[in-house]
């Protein structure tokens, strides 16, 4: 199957400052990839949807200044937590499909953020 | 109401026993439907695919019952293995029109010895 690849797999940051997170396509290039957020013991929460070459499509509640989206290639989208607080520590994860027209979604191994 | 509901649990099985899931939805427009399995603190893979006839793979059954709006996953002849949480994901269509696939809060399934 598709192989999604994400990084940091694990990051601490200090409150006030940004923590970028990469999602790499590996064998497919992905025009659209999906960024997660999932908190202890709750449901995966769709925060955007990433589109190569565009603005991301973020749901209703995400503030887009704070979470910014860059899809600059068909292989790579990338997550920034701006100004991040510890209400941010969260486990994000981003997928995409692997094949035009499929649902199924593959994931990257998530990266786990806390902010002290 | 949340557009995908779940069960929490946990379900706590012995080795060999068979257990089932459901997972109810509230757009009756829903056209695709899965079972993710998740492990802890891992990402989620595809476990199956849910069609409308229904369809197996190997120990599990999954089932759509439109009518009802749910979703089940049955497993028989549980294994250690299988404890993971299991995410129904259902394919929703937004009154935007666009769709997006909405996952479940998981159930969480402990297999003991």
């Known amino acids: 199957g598709a192989v999604v690849s994400q990084h940091p797999s694990w990051v601490i940051c200090k409150s006030g400052t940004s923590v970028k997170i990469e999602c790499r396509s590996l064998?497919?290039?992905?025009?659209?990839m999906f960024w997660y957020r999932q908190f202890p013991k709750q449901s995966l929460m769709l925060m955007a949807t990433?589109?190569?070459?565009?603005?991301?499509?973020?749901e209703q509640g995400v503030e887009k200044d704070k979470f910014l989206i860059n899809h600059a290639s068909l292989t790579l989208s990338t997550l920034t937590v701006t100004s991040a607080h510890p209400e941010d520590s969260s486990f994000y994860i981003c997928s995409a499909r692997g094949r035009q027209g499929s649902m199924e979604l593959f994931f990257g191994e998530g990266s786990r953020l806390t902010v002290l | 109401r949340k557009e995908v509901e779940q069960d929490p649990g946990p379900f706590n099985v012995p080795e060999g026993a068979t257990v089932a899931f459901n997972c109810t939805y509230s757009n009756s427009a829903s056209q695709s439907f899965f079972w993710y399995r998740q492990d802890c603190r891992k990402e989620p893979k595809l476990l199956m695919s849910v069609y409308s006839s229904g369809n197996e793979d190997g120990r599990f059954t999954a089932q759509l019952n439109r009518a009802s709006q749910y979703i089940s996953l049955l497993i028989r002849d549980s294994k250690l293995s299988d404890s993971a949480t299991y995410l129904c994901?259902?394919?929703?269509?937004?009154?935007?029109?666009?769709?997006?696939?909405?996952f479940g809060s998981g159930t969480r399934l402990q297999v003991q010895p």
């Open positions: 064998d497919f290039q992905a025009t659209t």
């Open positions: 990433s589109n190569e070459g565009s603005k991301a499509t973020y």
């Open positions: 994901v259902v394919n929703i269509r937004a009154d935007t029109g666009r769709r997006a696939l909405t």
